[in-house]
């Protein structure tokens, strides 16, 4: 009943629209897109929208000379593939993975617009520090400057254990492997991450 | 994950408890119910919430939060007293079963419904159920292990499919899926306070190895510590690292912690999150890294934080491991945006201000493949050594190539393996292991038994000896030995298995069909544990005085991970007659985390904008509070917030439901002044954290965030 409903609606029922993930794309066939996969959380119904996908791009090439890159979304553990499409540098839309054997063309909404991750106006453009209670830009020698100095600071009079480091579970292996390897450097065990809780 | 999401496809039974997989995971879900409608197999779901894997659910089952232990050992206890579990299995495989069933023999039917409030004759009909239907796959999340007895679920759940000997087969085992989408490598590199990467332990040996393959001498790794003592001393964890600064609680340490570093970690994700706010001002520098601006840098008055902008996972490159232990290569799509910096390059600028750059990037010169390379030499516990990064590449660039039933490349270049190499990957050529445990085929073709590790012998408290290796003819085809043998060691003289880096020994084992490992069985008892059999045992804040009489926590911990954890002496009977709520949290489709990422994306933000509490109607008509009103939820430690009621029947009359994924408004407060001009999310709320409880379990000191207490009152 489910697929009824998604094959009735109207972005699949659009045939010559083009369906991406652009940013560009209508916020509101987006929001209908991914409320259609969050509600219905199962990718029975991913095969068809990708099958939309791939008949609609192959009408046309908006992106001449743009590459495919493989890669895998940041959201969970599950790891469903995304083929992101990149031209002169920018990433222009994204595409599900239909042929990924584990998600098989699945995405929920998170994923789905995986591509606003480096799109966001959100994203914080230069490091910051709180002075007089406000945010102040400086360059990232400052920062690492600052920060090491007073590092080294509390080393000295407090000890290596004087640093809690809170590390990541969404960084890479390398990054993570960095990150204890880190703490191991410093002289300290205080160390830890997300799969602690 | 013994098995993976894809080998549910071959489940006859899914048993889910504590995960609501179809909002955390939903991707995965195609593969559940790929099982329930080609293989019919029943979906249970055992949550306190009816949650929306509930609703694909054949069979739900309403728990009450906390007593997951006690319902599982109901369950075992039927299976075994009914003569339903896997004979053969046991004998050959297990070992502790005796001892075990005399504790579970406790847990009959009606006590199992005393304590969980499971009807009686529903534990009696899913036993059977689960009996009648095999293989089936157990599957956990949070929901099982953020409990003060979060260990000892977690045990009964793996004990419940050994005694249906659903262990080691496609379509069984016990299958937790995890988190964050790097959370399984981020653990195996140990980015924890007890251990170096691939599960070392912080002993003297595990000292020594790491440094041979750093190239590093050990003396001076030890020289950059206070003491030898606190070489070997576990650290703070994530889960009460604050207790450092704030010392509310006793600590053990020379001192306290002046400077934090928090690196893709979502602040609002710790409980009693108002003692957290606290700490951020007696720190005398904190430095957050994040892609976006997250809660904490909301938080604290004091001009002592710096916010670092990181790239996101798109903009830099390198190998993750999915929640089926696969490893994924993800290429970098494009460069760092605006002026942010991906990981790798903070860390080295970093690293070499502070003095230690020739040491820490010996081996390292091509980023991020010399450091794969480096853990794989290092990290032979777990098998990471067989994932080189060019192994890794070609089975992302080849996915297509693999099958979606069994995972295994059907030609092309990675003909016969397994997708992502599942660890262990012993050898450069090793296919990966896409079921742990699994005696029917050969190691070198992903076959393994269980792991010896805790010795040959054992004699339990009951005074009975049992050998601890499997019986005799139970091995991989192809072994050497036919039955139980212990690891291996000296094959390089002062080796073992896990320390030759020369990695002979593996190679060795592999040769001779065996696993490097050994050949054991399987514990149903931890001799080092306070409970060495599964028991319950009353949530630290509990809604049952009764109860607390008859199952009390444990003792106080006075050193756990360097500060006085409380248990028995924060367990008071009297606190339900203030707090007369069982509060629970948990995760939304839209929204991942601490929410920094999702809320800032604004589709997201408008498909989930609010943070709500789930109230039952009975209780919301009963404290006169309607549909859509604000309502304060207060937390017996002081902490309070105030969000929209949603009145529900999707969790009972004793039970509230926040997401946690909220931040950017504090106990009424709103905090979206103080991020950076123009960076607050586009969905902000109270994070639901502020009203989590004090409980932390007994061996982890995982946080006791889905059974604490609660009062709510309209706003």
Redesign the interface.
């Known amino acids: 009943m489910a697929q009824k409903k998604i094959i009735n609606s109207k972005i699949s029922g659009r045939r010559s629209r083009r369906v991406t993930f652009n940013p560009k794309m209508a ?1 509101r066939s ?2 209908k897109l ?2 259609a ?2 509600a219905v ?4 119904l ?1 095969p068809k929208l990708t099958r939309k996908v791939s008949a609609g791009t192959d009408k046309k090439e908006p992106y001449p000379g743009s590459k495919k ?13 995304i083929v ?1 499409e ?1 031209q002169n ?3 222009v839309r994204q595409e599900v ?1 239909s ?6 063309g ?6 789905a ?2 591509i ?3 799109t ?14 406000k ?1 102040q830009k400086i360059s ?1 020698n400052q ?6 100095k ?3 600071d ?1 080393r000295e009079k ?40 | 994950m013994t098995n993976s999401l894809n080998d549910i496809r071959h489940s006859k039974l899914v048993f889910m408890i504590g995960s609501n997989a179809a909002e955390a995971h939903p991707v995965a879900m195609q593969h559940v119910l790929y099982a329930k409608e080609v293989n019919n197999a029943p979906i249970i779901v055992v949550d306190p919430r009816f949650t929306k894997l509930a609703a694909k659910a054949t069979d739900y089952v309403r728990i009450r939060p906390g007593t997951d232990t006690a319902f599982v050992m109901g369950l075992i206890n039927q299976i075994v007293s009914n003569d339903w579990y896997d004979k053969d299995f046991v004998r050959a495989r297990v070992a502790g079963f005796p001892e075990m069933c005399k504790v579970a023999s406790h847990y009959t039917p009606d006590v199992v419904e005393d304590i969980t409030g499971i009807p009686a004759s529903e534990v009696v009909r899913i036993a059977k159920l689960m009996a009648t239907h095999r293989p089936g796959t157990v599957v956990w999340c949070m929901g099982g292990t953020q409990h003060s007895i979060g260990s000892s679920n977690t045990r009964a759940f793996c004990i419940l499919q050994l005694v249906l000997g659903n262990m080691g087969k496609s379509g069984g085992g016990t299958n937790i899926f995890r988190g964050h989408d790097n959370v399984q490598g981020a653990t195996d590199m140990c980015v924890l306070s007890h251990s170096l990467p691939g599960y070392y332990g912080i002993k003297d040996g595990s000292w020594k190895h790491w440094c041979r393959v750093w190239d590093v001498d050990y003396e001076w790794i030890k020289s950059r510590f206070h003491s030898k003592e606190y070489m070997n001393k576990k650290g703070f964890t994530l889960a009460r690292w604050y207790e450092g600064v704030n010392q509310d609680d006793k600590i053990n340490q020379y001192t306290p912690i002046k400077a934090l570093i928090q690196w893709g970690c979502a602040g609002n994700s710790n409980s009693m999150l108002h003692r957290v706010k606290k700490a951020m001002d007696k720190l005398e520098l904190v430095v957050i890294v994040d892609p976006f601006a997250p809660a904490m840098c909301t938080w604290g008055e004091k001009d002592n934080v710096y916010l670092l902008p990181c790239s996101s996972q798109y903009e830099t490159s390198g190998s993750l491991t999915s929640t089926s232990r696969q490893f994924q290569w993800r290429f970098k799509v494009v460069d760092p945006i605006y002026e942010s910096k991906d990981d790798y390059e903070i860390m080295a600028e970093l690293v070499k201000r502070l003095g230690f750059a020739d040491k820490f990037y010996k081996n390292i010169k091509k980023v991020p493949e010399d450091i794969t390379r480096e853990i794989c030499k290092g990290t032979l516990t777990i098998g990471y050594n067989g994932a080189l990064p060019e192994r890794i590449k070609k089975h992302t660039l080849n996915w297509h190539t693999f099958d979606i039933d069994t995972l295994q490349a059907k030609g092309g270049p990675c003909d016969g393996e397994y997708y992502g190499l599942p660890w262990p990957c012993w050898t450069e050529t090793h296919p990966g292991t896409p079921i742990l445990y699994d005696i029917s085929k050969p190691v070198a073709k992903g076959g393994l038994p269980f792991r010896a590790r805790f010795g040959t012998k054992i004699t339990y408290y009951d005074g009975r000896t049992e050998d601890l290796l499997a019986a005799k003819g139970v091995a991989n085809p192809g072994s050497q030995v036919k039955g139980g043998y212990p690891e291996f060691k000296d094959i390089v003289p002062g080796t073992n298995w896990k320390t030759d880096l020369s990695q002979k020994t593996i190679k060795e084992a592999i040769k001779r069909g065996m696993a490097p490992f050994g050949n054991a069985r399987a514990r149903c008892v931890v001799w080092t544990f306070p409970d060495q059999v599964p028991v319950h045992r009353e949530p630290v804040h509990s809604p049952r005085p009764d109860l607390i009489a008859k199952y009390p926590t444990y003792n106080d911990k006075p050193d756990q991970y360097r500060v006085y954890t409380r248990f028995k002496s924060e367990q008071n009977p009297d606190l339900v007659k203030k707090f007369p709520f069982v509060i629970i949290t948990g995760r939304m489709v839209e929204h991942m985390g601490g929410g920094a990422e999702t809320r800032s994306n604004k589709y997201l933000s408008e498909l989930q904008p609010h943070v709500y509490a789930e109230i039952n109607e009975r209780t919301a008509n009963n404290l006169g509070i309607r549909n859509g009103q604000m309502v304060w939820i207060e937390s017996p430690e002081g902490g309070r917030a105030k969000v929209m009621a949603k009145v529900t029947d999707r969790v009972d009359e004793h039970t509230i439901f926040l997401p946690y994924h909220f931040a950017g408004q504090f106990e009424g407060k709103s905090l979206v002044d103080r991020y950076p001009e123009g960076m607050a999310p586009y969905a902000v709320g109270e994070p639901a954290n502020i009203v989590t409880n004090y409980g932390y379990d007994i061996i982890t000191q995982i946080q006791a965030t889905k059974d604490g207490l609660c009062n709510v009152k309209p706003a």
Not at chain 1, 143 to 148: H, K, P, T, V
Not at chain 1, 164 to 187: D, P, T
Request: glycine share 10%; proline share 3%; aromatic share 8%.
């Open positions: 916020r987006f929001l991914s409320g996969a969050a959380t199962t990718a029975a991913a890159i493989k890669t895998i979304c940041t959201y969970c553990s599950v790891g469903c593939g992101a990149v540098g920018v990433w993975a042929d990924h054997p584990v998600s098989r699945g995405h929920c909404c998170k994923g617009g995986a606003d991750m480096v966001s106006e959100k994203r914080l453009k230069s490091p910051m520090k709180r002075v007089g209670g945010w990232w920062a690492l400057d600052e920060i090491s007073k590092l080294l509390i407090n000890g290596p254990d004087a640093l809690h480091f809170n590390g990541s579970a969404k960084v890479s292996n390398e990054m993570a492997y960095l990150q204890r390897k880190f703490a191991a450097f410093w002289g300290s065990n205080n160390i830890d991450h997300q799969a602690r809780i």
